[in-house]
């Protein structure tokens, strides 16, 4: 009984150790979320309108004025970015993420992925280790996987300026982000969006098609030359954003949870720990009782 005694304390001991180790990562989860909400807060809304803008510019472009990052191309060879974190211990965070990859590629890309001319572009370590493991066919560009840890504009920019010049020489015809949406500490969506071409806007059915009333300034050409890639690379951040408020809010509510289940795992041993202690008492006592008698006797 000594030795189940001793093996509960040890078990006890672990699981204090355990739990004052996730109530340290939950702390620092919260206090990097703070931040990194802050910043997607302060983004989303003017990356989104800017987006809305420029999906109605390049529907309704007049004249001879173009742009190669909204022109449509038969889609020979495709890439999918993947926007995951380097950590793990956040639950579903980065496996969600991967699935919703892995659903754009048998919807969207089954053919390309059947030829071989689908690559996949990482942001973060965790969606290549997935995908290696369940894609060892696929093309895997590694070349920004670490800039993660780093989501200022312009470490992030200088990565969708490359993605833009590829596309622009045609040696992609479509790129799509894959990353988790922000919406709370509790609540994320991870989430597929065509980031070139530039998608079009589209009109409800059954509504008339209205022309945007923009008044352009020099001209339209030259507005498009640096407007368009200033958004795209705008819209490229927030994606980044997203992900790093989304990782740092399912970190801390599964450190929450944890904290949650080694208190209750607490209880439960505590309890087993007390009754087996009563037990060995009752019994060492049993066996005094009935030495005594014997001795009597």
């Given at each position: 009984m000594a030795g189940?005694?001793?093996?509960?304390?040890?078990?006890?001991?672990?699981?204090?150790?355990?739990?004052?180790?996730?109530?340290?990562?939950?702390?620092?989860?919260?206090?990097?979320?703070?931040?990194?909400?802050?910043?997607?807060?302060?983004?989303?809304?003017?990356?989104?309108?800017?987006?809305?803008?420029?999906?109605?510019?390049?529907?309704?472009?007049?004249?001879?004025?173009?742009?190669?990052?909204?022109?449509?191309?038969?889609?020979?060879?495709?890439?999918?970015?993947?926007?995951?974190?380097?950590?793990?211990?956040?639950?579903?965070?980065?496996?969600?993420?991967?699935?919703?990859?892995?659903?754009?590629?048998?919807?969207?890309?089954?053919?390309?992925?059947?030829?071989?001319?689908?690559?996949?572009?990482?942001?973060?370590?965790?969606?290549?280790?997935?995908?290696?493991?369940?894609?060892?066919?696929?093309?895997?560009?590694?070349?920004?996987i670490a800039v993660y840890d780093d989501p200022s504009y312009e470490t992030i920019s200088q990565v969708s300026s490359k993605l833009m010049e590829a596309f622009s020489s045609e040696k992609y015809d479509a790129i799509e982000l894959v990353y988790s949406r922000f919406k709370n500490a509790a609540t994320t969506f991870p989430t597929a969006e065509q980031w070139l071409p530039v998608p079009k806007m589209e009109v409800p059915e059954g509504t008339k098609e209205i022309k945007a009333d923009y008044i352009f300034e020099p001209d339209q050409q030259q507005l498009l030359e640096h407007l368009v890639p200033s958004i795209l690379q705008l819209s490229f951040h927030k994606c980044v954003l997203d992900t790093h408020a989304s990782e740092h809010g399912s970190r801390m509510t599964a450190m929450d949870k944890a904290t949650e289940n080694a208190e209750e795992l607490l209880k439960n041993l505590r309890i087993n720990y007390n009754k087996a202690r009563q037990e060995a008492i009752t019994t060492e006592l049993g066996e005094i009782v009935s030495g005594a008698a014997a001795l009597e006797a």
């Amino acid at each position: 009984m000594a030795g189940g005694l001793k093996e509960v304390r040890d078990r006890i001991k672990s699981v204090i150790n355990t739990q004052q180790i996730t109530k340290a990562m939950k702390m620092v989860s919260a206090a990097k979320l703070r931040k990194a909400q802050s910043a997607i807060v302060q983004v989303r809304p003017y990356a989104d309108r800017l987006n809305r803008m420029l999906s109605n510019i390049l529907s309704n472009l007049s004249g001879d004025a173009s742009t190669s990052f909204g022109k449509v191309r038969d889609v020979n060879n495709g890439l999918i970015v993947v926007i995951t974190s380097n950590r793990g211990l956040c639950g579903a965070f980065n496996t969600n993420i991967c699935k919703e990859a892995a659903a754009l590629i048998r919807d969207k890309y089954s053919k390309q992925h059947k030829d071989g001319k689908l690559s996949m572009l990482f942001i973060g370590k965790k969606g290549y280790g997935w995908f290696k493991r369940r894609y060892p066919e696929l093309t895997y560009i590694l070349d920004h996987i670490a800039v993660y840890d780093d989501p200022s504009y312009e470490t992030i920019s200088q990565v969708s300026s490359k993605l833009m010049e590829a596309f622009s020489s045609e040696k992609y015809d479509a790129i799509e982000l894959v990353y988790s949406r922000f919406k709370n500490a509790a609540t994320t969506f991870p989430t597929a969006e065509q980031w070139l071409p530039v998608p079009k806007m589209e009109v409800p059915e059954g509504t008339k098609e209205i022309k945007a009333d923009y008044i352009f300034e020099p001209d339209q050409q030259q507005l498009l030359e640096h407007l368009v890639p200033s958004i795209l690379q705008l819209s490229f951040h927030k994606c980044v954003l997203d992900t790093h408020a989304s990782e740092h809010g399912s970190r801390m509510t599964a450190m929450d949870k944890a904290t949650e289940n080694a208190e209750e795992l607490l209880k439960n041993l505590r309890i087993n720990y007390n009754k087996a202690r009563q037990e060995a008492i009752t019994t060492e006592l049993g066996e005094i009782v009935s030495g005594a008698a014997a001795l009597e006797a």
